[in-house]
């Protein structure tokens, strides 16, 4: 893997690592958390870095809404570079909507506005703008009158972002990823990444961007040294300040990470500013720490992960608490919790016989899964999931992980009679749970559920980082 972090140890730059190891433990504990990666950086070096496995360094990761940052980026080199400006409306942007758009709040959204999730809207617009214009997510947006003046009140809306995104890609002449290539991808040393599309192919901005936890951390890297990198001021520092300041307070935000105020793109926190994704998708910037860190994770409660970070991890940033002995010792013990993290595989029995096809049970979760197919052996079972007209097969193993094509799987036969497999989708956050048979389900049924259900419905064979 490509990367010019340089690596280091906690105590080297003032972190007790005892500090971390509890902030694992803490991840751990929580109920509704599950951890894919963690690296940690201090004075620009990581010091801690872990995968649990299947998860591992050079696979990229469904990024979620932490893309929204990316995108602000994007945008910040587009004002630099006199492409979009803050104060034109969006509208002028797309002149061939302008006699469509006879709301006045809507005429007056400024790239400002959305850049702030300050449209004037007092809640998420994305199905009313669907149902508007299923092709079209700006019109269907600037068709929908803001219930207030743009500017004046924050409502987290996903067409904001994509207006963002939409009008770089159609100044610039190409899809963020190219226009970002050049600019901040290659200068950070970040390697292959994807980004899910409209149907137009735009690239989505507000999420669907796939990339890795490095290029997480270097992101948060950039905006840490205001948009120097090795010397060289890629993205202005005005930039910089200006997307991670406060632009519109939030108090109505139920958890207290999520009430700080926004930015553009931007989330402020109780310590720092962030970038996060749904399922715990973080990129932490400390300034006053020289501190980021970045998480992947597949986790239902994102305010638990920052409740342990302030709990555990702000504390050991510049302590020297403990002897020498004792500071070697607890680095020797996160080395080794973080080289050997794991998710565990589903237990199971394998065996000898024929396939044997389940149809859908009446608490079946995937309505697009229509049949599933188990075909046991010795240590590993096929399993193979009918959507549409395609199958979508997997082999599970025993007690292990078995890779498959961009999903590794796992499970068997239970004591009750019943197969039970977990398919993880290793360039996304989810897994997929499939029961068939047992005592809990109608004789020859089967039952399929998401761990966490996917933002961005696909066919399983697309449940992946987008590819050329």
């Known amino acids: ?166 009008i770089i890609q159609k100044a610039a002449g190409m899809p963020l990823t190219e226009y970002l290539r050049p600019r901040l991808l290659d200068p950070l040393g970040i390697g292959e990444v994807g980004w899910l599309t409209d149907a137009r192919g735009r690239e989505l901005g507000w999420s669907g961007l796939h990339a890795t936890t490095e290029a997480i951390a270097k992101l948060g890297q950039l905006y840490l040294r205001r948009g120097r990198w090795e010397g060289d001021q890629l993205l202005d520092a005005e930039w910089v300040d200006e997307a991670t300041r406060m632009h519109i307070p939030n108090p109505a935000e139920p958890q207290p990470d999520w009430r700080q105020g926004y930015g553009f793109q931007f989330w402020m926190a109780r310590h720092g500013y962030r970038g996060d994704g749904a399922y715990g998708q973080f990129c932490v910037v400390l300034p006053e720490q020289d501190v980021v860190f970045a998480i992947t994770g597949q986790s239902l409660d994102m305010q638990a992960v920052l409740d342990a970070a302030w709990e555990h991890l702000l504390p050991a940033i510049g302590s020297a608490a403990g002897s020498d002995l004792e500071r070697a010792h607890a680095e020797s013990e996160l080395r080794e919790r973080l080289s050997s993290a794991e998710l565990a595989p589903t237990a199971g029995a394998g065996g000898q016989g024929v396939a044997r096809a389940f149809t859908p049970g009446e608490r079946n979760g995937v309505p697009s899964i229509a049949s599933v197919t188990v075909a046991p052996g010795p240590d590993r079972t096929v399993v193979s999931l009918r959507q549409g007209e395609l199958d979508f097969v997997v082999t599970a193993g025993t007690d292990a992980w078995v890779e498959g094509d961009a999903v590794f799987a796992s499970g068997g036969r239970q004591a009750d009679g019943a197969h039970v497999f977990d398919v993880i989708f290793i360039e996304t956050p989810h897994r997929l749970r499939v029961t068939c048979g047992g005592p809990d389900l109608a004789e020859g049924t089967f039952e399929a559920r998401w761990v966490s259900e996917p933002l961005h419905v696909l066919p399983l064979i697309e449940m992946r980082m987008p590819r050329e």
């Not at 006045?104 to 506005?113: F, G, N």
């Open 1 to 166: 893997m490509i990367s010019n972090l340089p690596r280091s140890t906690p105590s080297a730059h003032g972190i007790d690592a005892r500090g971390i190891l509890s902030f694992l433990d803490a991840l751990g504990a929580a109920e509704d958390v599950e951890t894919h990666s963690v690296m940690l950086l201090r004075h620009g070096a990581v010091v801690a870095e872990g995968w649990w496995a299947p998860y591992a360094p050079q696979r990229p990761h469904l990024l979620y809404s932490l893309s929204k940052s990316f995108t602000s980026t994007a945008l910040g080199f587009a004002v630099a570079e006199g492409l979009v400006g803050l104060d034109d409306t969006v509208l002028s942007h797309f002149p061939e909507l302008d006699a469509q758009i006879t709301d006045a709040r809507s005429r007056r959204i400024l790239v400002r506005h959305v850049a702030a999730m300050a449209s004037g809207h007092h809640g998420d617009t994305i199905e009313a703008a669907r149902a508007i214009d299923p092709d079209d997510l700006v019109r269907g947006f600037l068709m929908i009158p803001p219930d207030e003046e743009p500017g004046s009140v924050f409502a987290y809306n996903q067409p904001c972002t994509f207006s963002v995104a939409a």
